[in-house]
Nanobody
Framework: QVQLVESGGGSVQAGNSLRLSCAAS????????MGWFRQGSGKERDFVAA????????HFADSVKGRFTISRDNAKNTMYLQMTSLKPEDTAVYYC?????????????????????WGQGTQVTVSS
């Protein structure tokens, strides 16, 4: 497994941007599918975005398409989530996750049960 640490959260006004980072330690980061999930207060943990090990399969939740970008730098063992045009409904704790999904389907990449390593989360608060 890999150990994951998120950073970059904060409080911003609607319309602004934030970039989250997820730093991984441990071996074979490049083999892992990486994902971002978020959990609002009193809500379930929902899929946000995922990127496969090669970076050529990327998927987003409908709610963030066109506003969020996911990327990874395997040389730095780091994944990123660039969030633009933030809305109050984006307020949540954001978690990064890693899993050995291989050639996974879109559905699988969005399934939190397929990931077995999780970070501690970083709070994002968007005010109107």
């Amino acid at each position: 497994q890999v150990q994951l640490v998120e950073s970059g959260g904060g409080s911003v006004q609607a319309g602004n941007s934030l970039r989250l980072s997820c730093a991984a330690s441990g071996r074979s980061f490049a083999l892992y599918t990486m994902g971002w999930f978020r959990q609002g207060s009193g809500k379930e943990r929902d899929f946000v975005a995922a990127i496969n090990w090669r970076g050529d399969s990327i998927h987003f939740a409908d709610s963030v398409k066109g506003r969020f970008t996911i990327s990874r730098d395997n040389a730095k063992n780091t994944m990123y989530l660039q969030m633009t045009s933030l809305k109050p409904e984006d307020t949540a704790v954001y978690y990064c996750a890693a899993g050995l999904l291989g050639a996974a389907t879109t559905q699988a990449m969005g399934d939190r049960n397929r990931y077995n390593s999780w970070g501690q989360g970083t709070q994002v608060t968007v005010s109107s």
